[in-house]
């Protein structure tokens, strides 16, 4: 799914984490972005500027929430690897008897921090985005009861230099199977 306006362009897509922890969308509502400007100027990446919406309902907006404000624990499937675990530390499971690792592998969970060092690491980052540049990442929304894909993300675009909105960009969220 892709919007452009006043030399813009972003892509988006949801459904698309595949990260640590596994479990985000339980917590966030994850969306994969890209944002080229050829708008001829300093375009200004903020969190207040990205934000979902019911396009049948604009008081029902979803603002961004920063990566860092992301709080909570993670519930985190004992089928994946423990974080202070390494591909050093695989070994351990080679000892048990047949079968007895998948039972142990599906019956433990550990929690983690949210957010994680993954989850900030591959976060857009707020801040400028110069002429002829682009960025890619994740921008983490609020969960809500509707699905995501029913929803339109909307971006603000606004002239770093001068804080002046130049325009905004609709994306329609649904998912085309």
Same mark, same amino acid.
């Given at each position: 799914?892709?919007?452009?306006?006043?030399?813009?362009?972003?892509?988006?897509?949801?459904? $698309?984490?595949?990260?640590?922890?596994?479990?985000?969308?339980?917590y966030v509502?994850?969306? !994969?972005?890209?944002?080229?400007?050829?708008?001829g100027?300093?375009? !200004?990446?903020?969190?207040?500027?990205?934000?979902?919406?019911?396009?049948?309902d604009?008081?029902?907006r979803?603002?961004?929430?920063?990566?860092?404000s992301?709080?909570?624990?993670?519930?985190?499937?004992?089928?994946?690897?423990?974080?202070?675990?390494g591909?050093?530390?695989?070994?351990?499971? $080679?000892?048990?008897?047949?079968?007895?690792?998948?039972?142990?592998?599906?019956?433990?969970?550990?929690?983690?921090?949210?957010? *994680?060092?993954?989850?900030?690491?591959?976060?857009?980052?707020?801040?400028?985005?110069?002429?002829?540049?682009?960025?890619?990442?994740?921008?983490?929304?609020?969960? $809500?009861?509707?699905?995501?894909?029913?929803? *339109?993300?909307?971006?603000?675009?606004?002239?770093?230099?001068?804080?002046?909105?130049?325009?905004?960009?609709?994306?329609?969220?649904?998912?085309?199977?």
């Open positions: 799914m892709a919007g452009e306006s006043a030399g813009v362009r972003v892509v988006a897509r949801v459904r $698309t984490w595949n990260g640590d922890p596994p479990t985000l969308s339980q509502v994850p969306i !994969w972005i890209q944002i080229e400007n050829r708008s100027k300093a375009l !200004w990446l903020g969190y207040s500027g990205l934000y979902m919406e019911d396009p049948n604009s008081q029902a979803l603002p961004a929430v920063p990566p860092g992301v709080k909570g624990k993670a519930t985190i499937p004992g089928s994946a690897v423990p974080p202070e675990f591909p050093e530390d695989l070994w351990m499971g $080679t000892w048990l008897e047949p079968g007895f690792d998948d039972h142990l592998a599906s019956t433990i969970y550990w929690q983690e921090d949210m957010p *994680t060092r993954e989850m900030l690491r591959r976060a857009i980052r707020e801040g400028v985005l110069a002429n002829g540049r682009k960025v890619a990442g994740f921008v983490y929304f609020p969960r $809500t009861k509707q699905d995501p894909a029913a929803l *339109t993300l909307r971006t603000e675009l606004v002239d770093a230099t001068n804080k002046q909105a130049f325009g905004r960009i609709d994306i329609p969220l649904a998912v085309k199977e």
